[in-house]
Structure formats: C-alpha cells, structure tokens
C-alpha cells in the first residue's frame, strides 16, 4: 500500500478505537457482546480483510504494515480484534497458504468484506498445544469426506458461517503428516456448536466447542484438492506463525494502554497530600512498564521485518509471541499496583485489561510451547538428547 494511504487507514483506524470503541469497553465486557455499529462499521472500514490480498478484495498488508495497525487495535479491548482477525489471520490464511484458486475466488472475497465470518478448528480437548495429536477424522464415502470428532475453545465459532477444520486423513501416517484441512459452512447436518464459554476475560470475543457426528462434505470442501490432502498440519503451523507475530502487535497496543492508564492515575491521584506519581517506587513501575512496552514494540517490528523478507518464519514468531505475552503481563499486573484498591474493581480499564492480558501467555502457543520452539530451532539435534 502506498505509504499516504497507510497512514491514513491508520488515522482513521486509531479515531475509531479511541472515539468509537474505547467509551463501549466497559459495556462491551459487561454484555460480552460487540455492538452491531461497531461490527457494521468495522466491515466498512474493510477491517474483516486487511490483511488479504488485494486481488480478492482485502486491503493487502504487508506483515509489518499489519503489525503496526495492530498497535492501534490493541489499544481497546482484545475483542474487537477477534471479531474480524481469524478472518484476516489463521483462518484466511488457510486458504491463502493452502487453497486452491477456485477455494479462493469463492470465499476469500466474502471473508475479506465480512459477509463470511471463518473460523480455525484446530485445538481438541486432548490436543492444544501439541495439535499434531488431533484425533477428529474425516474418511472417505464415495464422492464425500465424512468428519467425526470434537474441537474445544474455537473463536467465533457461535457466529461462524464457516470452519476451516483440521482432521486425520492417514492414521497410518506420522502424526504430523496424515492430516487435512477441510471447508465446512456452519448448518452442514452433524455439525454442532455448544453454547459460548464463559471466560475469566477478553468478554465480547466468544469461544465455543464445535462437535462433528458423520458431517458430510464434499471432495471440493478438501482445502487444497487433491493436492492438499495431508498437508493440513504444515499449512496449520504456517497460519499460526503468521498469527504470533500479529497477535504479539496486538499485546504491545494494550501494554501502551496500560501505561497511559499508569500514568494519568499516578499523575492525578494523591497520597499524603502529594501525587502518587512523586514517589519514586511508583515512578519506578512506570518506569518498567515504558521499557517493556517499547521493547515490545521493536521485537513487534523486527520480526515482521523478518516475516516479510522470508528471513525468519519461525523463531522470530515465536520470541515475540513469548516475550510480547509476558511483557503485556507484567505491564497489567504494574498496572493494578499504581492503582492500588481501585485497581481490584470491576469498571476499572487495568481490572478488565489484567483479566484480558492472561489469556495472551496461553492461546497461539502458551509460553512454554514457544521457548521449546525457540530451543529446538538453535540446538537442533543436540535438543533431542
């Protein structure tokens, strides 16, 4: 994208949180629901697709261009994000990575204006952050693929007008290597959602389990054709990878909100007859958490650099994604200290952010996941002992 126009998708994207969404936060968590205006508004903005290709109707961010309007959206609640990211994130990039033209033609373009809401059906109860485990299959009768298992924790899936769904196709073949990726539009008979989790935070951005009883599809619904038959896990890990660096640009906006909060709480509020923000143990948490925020942010943007030029697709996710996700944490949790009591109450912007921020070092990877990630990729044979 031309740089003016960048700058001026991110000028209207950072009016729209700060004048639009950031006055709804506290509505938005108490009814654990986006506003209809806010999800109207979102698709006009082309939100739902910016960072899909041109060609099919998305806005055709580069990594770092991404990254950098992540910045803006983090800066509210994490789940006007997740109203329209697997669309633009792992979802998408299933058929990005791994689709076939005509897959591409047909539902990119719906994806990216958010007449279709996708969603990424990967994790199983059993199968979280080793998903090679998966045990959901899917066999062949006839012309039609039939799908049977469970999916847990699945993000938009109440809304979902599609599931790009992950099941064993070889049970023969290594774990890795026997599994495809399937287009399954919601209302197919056999495909069940159970009703929205209810979460410790991120309210607003439902979760769900998705169940599958004999779902039939059709040899089309393979993603990738014939050609993508058990390649889903590679195309899966490429789609996340993708997702750690996008996801890591989203943390770095909230830990700028939370210091923003820090610091207009401490700038106001008064202890012994002095602001809180003259003593020097709470300059020295602010201090802290402006540190951790803006190496957040160059990690953010060196990783995407690297994403971009094909350089890092792997390690750099993963270090961002690790140390992005602990960061915000310690940023929250610096957050609710300056505040003190108030800090602890519902209605309080760190209360909801400290509650929103935990799930971070968990989803796309817990932080354990990505410091094996990182150790395996520098010691390579010597980790395996």
Known sequence: MDAADFSAVLSE???????????????IDEKDEMPADIRETAKKMGLFGFALPEQYGGLGLS???EAQLMFELGYTTPSLRSMFGTNNGIAGHVLMVGGTEEQKAHWLPRIASGEVLASFALTEPEAGSDPSTLTTKAH???????????KRYITNAPLADVFMVFARTDPDAPRTRGISTFLVPAGTPGLTVAPKDHKMGQFGAWTADVYFDDVRVPASALVGGEDGLNRGFATAMGCI?????????????????LVDESVAYASTRKQSGKTIGSFQLVQGLIADSQTDYYAGRATVLEAARAFDAGTDTKIGPSCTKYFASEMVW???DRAVQI???????????????YRDARLFRIYEGT??????IIAKALLGEAARG
């Open 140 to 150: 062949l009768d006839g012309d039609d693929w039939v799908i049977n298992g469970a």
């Open 241 to 257: 990878a993708h997702g750690r660096v996008h996801i890591s640009a989203l943390m770095v906006g909230m830990a700028e909100r």
């Open 339 to 353: 505040h003190g009591g108030s800090g602890y109450m519902r209605g309080v912007a760190v209360e909801r952010f």
């Open 367 to 372: 932080s354990q996941i990505q410091q094996v």
């Open 63 to 65: 990594m770092l261009e």
């Open 13 to 27: 994207v950072r009016r729209f949180v700060r004048d639009r969404v950031v006055p709804l936060e506290a509505e």
């Open 330 to 332: 310690r940023v929250a």
